[in-house]
């Protein structure tokens, strides 16, 4: 199994910046894809961003692009995502999720991974 555990959330005004972390601990060996997604209120889970296991490939959603930038320190076992220029519609809560078994479906796509963190709150004021 993997445990995942977000930390970094919390009220920002617009404009601001925020770095989440994500710690990733047990059979982080099986990690492949690591990837954040957000929810917001009355709102599906989204995806936002993605990283490979060697840190060489990544992926965003079209509305994070230029805003935010996902990395990975494989000796920690740390995923991070740096939030930027934060917009009040970016508030949700933001999870860390990490794939462990094969998938034939895009990283982008929320079935790929097996682990998730609880979640870590960002708010964003006007």
């Known amino acids: 199994q993997v445990q995942l555990v977000e930390s970094g959330g919390g009220l920002v005004q617009a404009g601001g910046s925020l770095r989440l972390s994500c710690v990733a601990s047990?059979?982080?060996?099986?990690?492949?894809?690591m990837g954040w997604f957000r929810q917001a209120p009355g709102k599906e889970r989204e995806f936002v961003a993605a990283?490979?296991?060697?840190?060489?490939?990544?992926l965003y959603a079209d509305s994070e692009k230029g805003r935010c930038t996902i990395s990975r320190d494989n000796a920690k076992n740390t995923l991070f995502l740096q939030l930027n220029s934060l917009k009040p519609e970016d508030t949700a809560v933001y999870y860390c999720?990490?794939?462990?078994?094969?998938?034939?479906?895009?990283?982008?796509?929320?079935?790929?991974?097996?682990?998730w963190g609880q979640g870590t709150q960002v708010t964003v004021s006007s």
């Open positions: 999720a990490a794939q462990s078994m094969f998938s034939i479906s895009a990283p982008m796509d929320s079935s790929v991974y097996n682990h």
């Open positions: 047990g059979r982080t060996f099986s990690i492949v894809y």
């Open positions: 990283i490979n296991r060697s840190g060489s490939s990544t």
